[in-house]
């Protein structure tokens, strides 16, 4: 049985172009850039290119990024930053629907006494740039916003959000984790102060994350130590895996055109076969989304259950966020969104990448269909290949939920 892997945004198969560029630096090329020898001159120059590769890609300055070892790092080193560097201010904005990284950051902040606002999407996952206006005030820090949406792909207006910000004086960080290597960037076009990205989910290893720090922005590193990074990360740089960040940055950057072509079609033509299963449905804006994600709800069955039984049949996927699953609490992603408990808990999201082919989305749609109605067969919600319910939909939230009660 061969491996249908459609969990991309989780984490991707390093590319062995990637792998091969990183090789030589295990072996001979192990020097230390800030060394002043020749072995340290090597690697300072690969270090350079590697910079140069990843600032192509994001439409900036090559000294506008600081290596981390992760998007989570950066995710951090930015929220700390902005809170260090204007000490007098105690209010961060954020979204309802964002990953683990700045939650619990936010969760954090509020046990510290700072005040945090969450703002609010749509039924389609859209933010509410309104709500985001009237939330700004004199005391905000920081507005930190996904770029792409981790569970359902959907992408917030980063552009007007940017706009907004610079207006109103307030610093704009983005986690663009999930949208780096997947959409366009042009940094240089747009008013974002700092955006964190990670290398493994664009074909780089996992362990190498980076950090855009905008030209003239006060800054105070999250990582003391060293000059390294000029002064903005101390440690060693991990040389072997930023020179392989930059050439997946490469690679993505040639690669853009097949992601919103081939990778694109591939995931409009699964998600199409899927919902042609009853009762399914697509969550989040369609048209303003990853063009690799789909986040699919088959209502009446548990989600970890679909996992499961695609698992077995080679197929993987996962609910919502690799950090969260392992829990049975329906994705905040889609609770924020509205989407009715019983369509929540058996939402799965399936996330493609170039490495996938026609051939593995046939093999899905076949397989699907056998998995949900083996699913159903075993619901008490679900009867002669329709749902057994009166009301349909229903949503936990009004306390009548037959499936709670
Ligand atoms: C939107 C988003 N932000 C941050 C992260 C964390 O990145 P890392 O695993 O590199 O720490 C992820 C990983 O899934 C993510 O999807």
Redesign the pocket.
């Known amino acids: 049985m061969e491996t249908i892997y459609f969990d991309n ?2 984490t991707t198969q390093v590319d062995p172009e990637v792998l091969e560029v990183m090789l030589p630096f295990f072996k001979g090329e192990y020097g230390n850039p800030s060394s002043m020898h020749h072995k340290g001159g090597e690697v300072a120059a690969s270090l350079r290119q590697a910079r140069l590769d990843l600032a192509e890609l994001l439409g900036c300055d090559p000294h506008e990024i600081v290596y981390t070892s ?4 950066s ?1 951090n080193a930015a929220i700390w930053s902005a809170l260090r560097t204007q000490p007098d201010k105690r209010h961060v904005i954020t979204s309802k629907v964002e ?1 683990s ?1 700045i939650i619990n950051n936010a969760t954090f902040l509020r046990r510290l006494g700072y005040r945090v606002t969450e703002v609010g999407v749509d039924r389609l996952g859209r933010l509410d740039l309104n709500e985001l206006s009237a939330a700004i005030d004199d005391d905000t820090a920081l507005v930190t916003l ?1 770029w792409a949406n ?1 569970e359902t792909g959907v992408i917030f207006p980063i552009e007007e959000v940017g706009a907004l910000c610079r207006e109103r004086g307030v610093v704009f960080h983005t ?1 663009a ?2 949208a780096v290597g997947k959409i366009p960037i042009n940094l240089k076009s747009l008013k974002i102060d700092m955006l ?1 990205l ?1 290398g ?2 664009l074909h780089a290893p996992k362990g190498i ?1 980076a950090l855009y720090v905008r030209h003239g922005l006060k800054f105070a590193p999250f990582m003391i130590g060293g000059h390294q990074e000029n002064g903005r990360r101390g440690g060693t740089e991990n040389v072997p895996y930023i020179v392989g960040l930059g050439k997946a940055a490469k690679l993505a950057l040639e690669r853009l055109p097949e992601e919103n072509g081939r990778v694109k079609a591939m995931r409009d033509r699964l998600e199409e076969g899927l919902l042609k299963i009853p009762s399914t449905m697509v969550n989040g804006d369609r048209e303003f989304r990853l063009p690799n994600t789909t986040n699919v709800s088959f209502e009446f069955v548990e989600g970890e259950s679909i996992l499961f039984h695609l698992s077995h049949a080679g197929v993987c996927a996962s609910s919502g ?3 969260t699953s392992g829990s049975l609490e329906p994705s905040h992603v889609l609770r924020a969104m509205g989407v009715p408990f019983t369509a929540a808990h058996g939402s799965i999201r399936l996330s493609l990448a170039t490495t996938n082919t026609e051939g593995e989305v046939d093999r899905a749609l076949a397989i699907f269909p056998e998995v949900i109605q083996k699913l159903r067969a075993l619901s008490p919600f679900w009867k002669d290949g329709a749902p057994a319910l009166d009301n349909g939909l229903l949503n936990c939230d009004d306390g009548n939920c037959q499936i709670c009660n």
Request: aromatic share 0%; with cysteine; glycine share 10%.
């Open positions: 945004n989780a992760c998007g989570t790092e995710d990953h990284a996904l981790n986690d984790v999930q964190a990670s493994h989910k994350g966020s690799a950090c």
